[in-house]
């Protein structure tokens, strides 16, 4: 069956240029999140949607991150003015399951298979 | 920032051995997961445990979890090439997922 999707895979960006990365999640699932995965480190957490209100946004690392889901179904990445220091993979993950009594004891996340971001 | 450590980085053994992979974490959980990432089918979700379950077993996986200690071990039995790869633990803190560093696994046929 069809699994997370993210387009683009790969992604090269002059220092300063705006980038648009798109996250589409399992059919008919309620959280989506999104990750950065710096080379030789574990992904990180950047920030959660469930259905299409943004739940945290804590692990955005500045203003310059910007992430929409507005029908609650397909999700949007986007870097504004990018510096070398965003190149990493940005990885999507959905689940089934959201917040609510119990809803958080088992969640299971489906990645998809990332965007390698390059700033030059 | 990460949740905690992985131990070893890197390990290295033959096919038919058996691998064990320790994490520790740092803040109380609901749960903790382990993942495997290689570049062919990017990162895929093994097992979960849940934080009043002490070992789980799935196949050649075997998972402990010792909550007083904060730590978890993955051991892969009888292990194969197929399982060269990135592993990471995960801990699941009301649904953000707050992964280790890694550790990378050798399986020399």
């Known amino acids: 069956g069809a699994g997370v999707s993210q387009s683009p895979r790969y992604k090269v960006a002059k220092r300063g240029q705006d980038v648009a990365l798109r996250c589409d999640p399992i059919?008919?699932?309620?959280?989506l999140f999104w990750y950065q995965q710096a080379l030789g480190q574990g992904p990180e957490f950047l920030t959660y949607?469930?259905?299409?209100?943004?739940?945290?946004k804590s692990g955005l690392p500045s203003d310059r991150f910007f992430a929409e889901r507005p029908e609650g179904s397909v999700s949007t990445l986007k870097i504004q003015r990018t510096q070398q220091e965003d190149s990493a993979v940005y990885l999507c993950?959905?689940?089934?399951?959201?917040?609510?009594?119990?809803?958080?004891?088992?969640?299971?996340?489906?990645f998809g298979p990332g965007t390698r971001l390059t700033v030059l | 920032s990460q949740q905690g450590e992985e131990d070893p980085q890197a390990l290295s053994i033959q096919e038919g051995e058996n691998a064990t992979m320790n994490c520790s974490y740092k803040?109380?959980?609901?749960?903790l997961q382990w993942y495997r990432q290689n570049s062919g089918r990017g990162l895929v979700h093994l097992i979960l445990?849940?934080?009043?379950?002490r070992e789980k077993h799935s196949g050649r996986l075997r998972v402990t979890l010792d909550t007083s200690k904060k730590s978890s071990s993955l051991l892969i039995t009888a292990s194969r090439a197929a399982d060269t790869a990135s592993y990471f633990c995960?801990?699941?803190?009301?649904?953000?997922?707050?992964f280790g560093q890694g550790t990378e696994l050798s399986v020399k046929p």
């Open positions: 995960a801990t699941d803190s009301w649904g953000k997922l707050i």
């Open positions: 803040t109380s959980i609901n749960n």
């Open positions: 949607f469930q259905n299409e209100a943004q739940l945290d």
């Open positions: 993950a959905s689940s089934s399951r959201g917040q609510g009594a119990g809803g958080l004891l088992r969640n299971e996340q489906f």
């Open positions: 059919s008919g699932h309620v959280s």
């Open positions: 445990i849940r934080s009043n379950e």
